[in-house]
């Protein structure tokens, strides 16, 4: 029976930890919505109230503003993203292979100076970043941006998840490929690669997210006066004496839209590859 209580008590526990920690992640969430469809004054006096009434004013106001922040927003910022993505998945697939497969000296110490990488902060280097930038006569541009977003510890990200899936594939695949024909670049391309899509997902994700909701980065790098993406914009347009909260809300409402369906499309693959980690681990 004091087992059977153990266990009853030990379950409770842990539903009320659960509890308590989806109601922690879920509270800026539902903030964020519930204000949306408030005006001001019920945002200042209770935030956490529901709206009423409810309005759409506030979803109105941002889509239409003059100066077209959210629109430009958006589409600045999935240029960056999707161009830092599409730089970052074959160069770090093709590093991860050739460190995986050629294990040597060599290897793993460009391994350890890849993984140097994640250990510093990309704002540490924002000075000398921008100096290389200038010498290249990038600085201030998108196509400076995404180099930055590539070098500043998100291709040693990629690689580290590439290394690591990569590991767990046979060597056998490399060797019926060499035996049918197939060079090294295209048994990566047409073997190997496919077989990565958990970890594909896993880097587009992350790296996806990442850039998205970066701040200071297009601050700095481009400047307010260059471009600007959703989030940069947010800051720059809105400021610190606008109170207008619920067009705040909305804009960062609309603008989290685009993001949540990119990680809809590729959870499936995302969770397949935790799945198949945690087993082969």
Known sequence: MSRTRETTLTRRTRLLLAGISVAAFSLPLYIAVVNVLKINTQISRRPLALPNPVTTQNLVDGLTRSDNLLWIGLRNSMIISTATVIIIVPIAATVAYWVVRRRNRITKIALIVLMSGMMIP???VFIPAVEVLEFLGIARTFPGLVLFNVGGGFLSFAVFVYVGFMSTL???????ALVDGATPMQTLVYVIFPLLRPATATVAIFIGLWTWNDL?????????????TITSGIFVALGQYNNDYGQMFAIMFLASIPILIYYLLLQKQFASGLLSGSSKG
Do not use: M, R
């Open 122 to 124: 990309p704002h540490v």
């Open 216 to 228: 200071v980065t297009p601050l700095f790098i481009l400047g307010p006066s260059q471009g600007i």
């Open 170 to 176: 046979p060597k056998n695949l490399d060797e019926a």
